[in-house]
C-alpha cells in the first residue's frame, strides 16, 4: 500500500504543476490525472509483481520530475577534480593529463555527474581486475561506461551493477555456471542489462 500511495502522491504532486503541464503538453496533465484515479480505486487488487513494478515506476516518474539534487548528483566542479583525479591516478585509469581532462568533462556532462561517476568507478575497477573480468583498460573503460548508460538511464534505481558482478562472477565461477568470460559477460548482459 505504501508504494501505491508513493506512486499517487507522485502523480498528484505532478497533477500541482497544473500550469506547467496544460502549456507544454495538455495530454500530460489528462494522462496522469487518469493513472492517480485508477491507481486510487484499484490498488488492493494488485498482485504483489505488479505492487512492485508500480513502486519502481513510481520510482522513476520522482526521478524524472525531480530536478537532480546536489547531494546525489554533486557540484560539478568538485565532481570534475575527483574524476580528473581518478583518472589521471595509477589506481585509476591511468590516463596522461589531456586524457583525464576529457574524461572528468565527459563525467560531469552527464546528467548526474556524481551518481554517474559512483557506477562508473566501480564498475571500470570490477571490469579491469583480474579477480573480476580481467579485461584490457580500454575494454574496461567500455564495460564500465556500458554500465554507467543503462543505470543512468534507469535513473539510478536498478542497482544493475551490482546484479553485473553477481551474474557475471556466478557464470563464470567453477562453483557456478562455469563459463567462460565471454559467456559470463554475455549472461550478465542479458540479466542485468535489459
Known sequence: MKIINKSVSIVLCSLSMTAIASTSNPSLYDTLYRLAEKVYYIEYS???????????????????????????????????????????????????????????TLITNQYCPAAYFKVFKPAYTFAYASTGMDKTRSEAKKTAAKISDY??????????????????????????????????????NNQCLV
Open 46 to 104: 494488485l498482485s504483489a509483481e505488479q505492487l512492485k513494478m508500480a513502486g519502481e515506476l513510481a520510482n522513476q516518474i520522482d526521478s524524472v520530475i525531480s530536478p537532480p539534487s546536489e547531494t546525489m548528483c554533486g557540484k560539478k566542479t568538485e565532481v570534475f577534480q575527483e574524476a580528473y583525479k581518478w583518472a589521471y591516478s595509477s589506481s585509476g585509469l591511468n590516463d596522461t593529463a589531456s586524457d583525464a581532462e576529457k574524461f572528468a
Open 151 to 188: 543505470e543512468a538511464s534507469k535513473f539510478y534505481i536498478k542497482n544493475s551493477l551490482q546484479c553485473y558482478i553477481d551474474s557475471y562472477t556466478f557464470a563464470y565461477s567453477s562453483g557456478g555456471m562455469n563459463k567462460t568470460r565471454s559467456e559470463a559477460e554475455n549472461f550478465a
